[in-house]
Structure formats: C-alpha cells, structure tokens
C-alpha cells in the first residue's frame, strides 16, 4: 500500500509540473501588466495545434519543434499585445476581461475550422515509454514536460532578478506609474511581457502535445486549474505558481486514488477556497504590493 502511495505522489507531482508551466507564463502577465488573460488556456492550445500542425508536415519529434514553437507563439503574443491589450489597457477589468475571453472564443473557432472537431495526436518516440526507478513508475513523456518545467521556471526567476529587463519588469509590477518615471519604457516592457506568456503557453502546448490529444475547447479546461494555481499560490508570483501547480497536482491525483476521479476537481477546489480563507493573497502572495520575482 505505501508504495501504491508513493506512486500517486510521484504522479501527481509530476502532473503538477505541467500546471506550473502552463501557469507560469499567466502569472507572469498577470504580475507585470495587471492582465487577467482568460484567453490563456487557448495559447495553449495555439501552441499543441502548432506543434501538431508542424509534426506532421515535418515528420521531426515534437520535442525538436519546440523552440520554434517558442518562437512563433512569442511573435503572436507581441501581436496580441499590440493589437488587443495595449488598447485596453487601461479599461475597467470588465472590458478586459470580456476582451481576453472573447480572444479565446476568436482562436477556438479558428482551431475549429482549420482543423475541424476531431481529437488529433503527436506522436512522439518516447510516447508511451515509462521510465523504473526505485519501484516506481515515471511515464517519460511527463517526466520529460515536469524537467523542462522546473528548468523554465528557475531560468525565469533568474531573468527576473538578474536581468535589467527582468528589474524592470519588477519595477513596473511594485508601481508602473514610479516606474514610468524612471525612464522605464512601461509600454515596451508590456509588449514583452505578454511576448513571454505566450511563449511559456507555447511551450507548455508543444510538451502538452505527445500527452494529450487537442482539441478546439481543451483551452477552456487549462485555463480553470491554471487560474486556480495562480490565486492559489499569489498573483503575480513565479514561485507561487510552481508551489501551486505542484500542490494541486498532488491533491488531484491523491483525491482521484482514495475518494475517486469523479472528485478530484471538488477536491482541489475546497483546499483553494480553504487557503484563501486562511490567506486571501494566497500561499506567495503579499497584500497591497507585487511579488513578481521577489
């Protein structure tokens, strides 16, 4: 029974993994640029359609097409940016709220009608394989996604605190308007902050990819459980979502084992509404200031 337990863990830490890294880059815009980006979820799903879109007129493994994956979700993401949130940027969150839901709805009837509703699926080598160690059990297409997380998240937190860039992203986080004053180009900052969140979504979409199958609406699931991981561990926090994502993962898989499947949801939900209850400005979270790389 205790290894059957451990395995669980195991499971769902790894699953928890693939949360961080598809929240990470929604935090990220959230902490910077004040954007609750509900269009987040279908990134994503931009990013596994890309990746399945190049996997089968390239015939290369998806983890290759990754980087460029990167790359073109960045590029849309500075188009997003420039033609949908700079414009309401300074909105009531009403507008931008319905702005960024009403993107998702634009990009999944797109997906729906270049690639119709059918589930699709890439194929990867390493798809299906499962990794033994110590008597567990390590499905190497999550053990990948959950390593490349980890690297991403660190990097990013790195970027944060090292870069001028990074600095300055801070800086416009803790007060835009004191940070306009100091010759900080708030709008620019914007541009590439959104860039990066759609590249982390991109990425996220072309590990996601060899894992599950996409599908026009799959966003829509993506964007609930990353919202409840960014709440949960502290808008505007990378650590926080790394924490998140690896406590709901957690809770998801040890709630499907011993109560059933049917109530893991139920369960993640009630563990985020009991710490906002004991900490509303979540696990990571400060009130009054940003804890954007902090």
Same mark, same amino acid.
């Given at each position: 029974?205790?290894?059957?337990?451990? *395995?669980?863990?195991?499971?769902?830490?790894?699953?928890?993994?693939?949360?961080?890294?598809?929240?990470?880059?929604?935090?990220?815009?959230?902490?910077?640029?004040?954007?609750?980006?509900?269009?987040?979820? &279908? =990134?994503?799903?931009?990013?596994?359609?890309?990746?399945?879109?190049?996997?089968?007129?390239?015939?290369?493994? !998806?983890?290759?097409?990754?980087?460029?994956?990167?790359?073109?979700?960045?590029?849309?993401?500075?188009?997003?940016?420039?033609?949908?949130?700079?414009?309401? *940027?300074?909105?009531? *969150? @009403?507008?931008?709220?319905?702005?960024?839901?009403?993107?998702?709805? @634009?990009? *999944?009837?797109?997906?729906?009608?270049?690639?119709?509703? &059918?589930?699709?699926?890439?194929?990867?080598? @390493?798809?299906?394989?499962?990794?033994?160690?110590?008597?567990?059990?390590? !499905?190497?297409?999550?053990?990948?996604?959950?390593?490349?997380?980890?690297?991403?998240?660190?990097?990013?937190?790195?970027?944060?605190?090292?870069?001028?860039?990074?600095?300055?992203?801070?800086?416009?986080?803790?007060?835009?308007?004191?940070?306009?004053?100091?010759?900080?180009?708030?709008?620019?900052? &914007?541009? =590439?902050?959104?860039?990066?969140?759609?590249?982390?979504?991109?990425?996220?979409?072309?590990?996601?990819?060899?894992?599950?199958?996409?599908?026009?609406?799959?966003?829509?699931?993506?964007?609930?459980?990353?919202?409840? @991981?960014?709440?949960?561990?502290?808008?505007?926090?990378?650590?926080?979502?790394?924490?998140?994502? =690896?406590?709901?993962?957690?809770?998801?898989? =040890?709630?499907?084992?011993?109560?059933?499947?049917?109530?893991?949801?139920?369960?993640?939900?009630?563990?985020?509404?009991?710490?906002?209850?004991?900490?509303?400005?979540?696990?990571?979270?400060?009130?009054?200031?940003?804890?954007?790389?902090?």
């Amino acid at each position: 029974m205790t290894a059957i337990i451990l *395995q669980v863990v195991v499971s769902g830490l790894l699953l928890g993994g693939i949360y961080a890294l598809v929240s990470v880059g929604l935090t990220l815009i959230f902490g910077v640029s004040r954007i609750k980006n509900f269009a987040h979820g &279908d =990134l994503v799903m931009v990013g596994m359609y890309v990746t399945y879109a190049l996997a089968s007129a390239t015939k290369l493994d !998806p983890y290759l097409l990754a980087p460029l994956v990167v790359v073109l979700l960045f590029a849309f993401g500075l188009f997003l940016s420039f033609a949908l949130i700079r414009p309401i *940027q300074g909105a009531p *969150q @009403v507008a931008q709220i319905f702005a960024t839901v009403g993107l998702g709805l @634009v990009l *999944q009837n797109l997906a729906l009608m270049i690639f119709g509703a &059918d589930f699709r699926s890439t194929a990867s080598v @390493v798809s299906g394989k499962v990794l033994r160690f110590a008597g567990l059990a390590l !499905p190497a297409s999550l053990l990948i996604a959950f390593l490349v997380a980890m690297a991403v998240i660190g990097g990013l937190t790195a970027f944060l605190r090292l870069s001028l860039t990074g600095k300055a992203m801070r800086a416009i986080a803790q007060d835009r308007r004191a940070a306009s004053l100091m010759s900080i180009d708030v709008k620019r900052i &914007d541009m =590439l902050t959104f860039g990066l969140g759609a590249a982390c979504a991109g990425l996220a979409g072309a590990l996601l990819a060899p894992v599950y199958p996409v599908f026009p609406t799959i966003g829509v699931n993506l964007v609930l459980v990353c919202f409840v @991981v960014v709440v949960l561990g502290g808008l505007g926090s990378v650590e926080g979502a790394l924490i998140g994502g =690896l406590l709901i993962g957690l809770v998801e898989t =040890l709630s499907g084992f011993f109560l059933g499947s049917a109530m893991s949801q139920i369960a993640y939900f009630l563990v985020f509404i009991a710490v906002l209850c004991l900490r509303p400005a979540g696990l990571f979270g400060q009130r009054g200031s940003e804890t954007l790389g902090s």
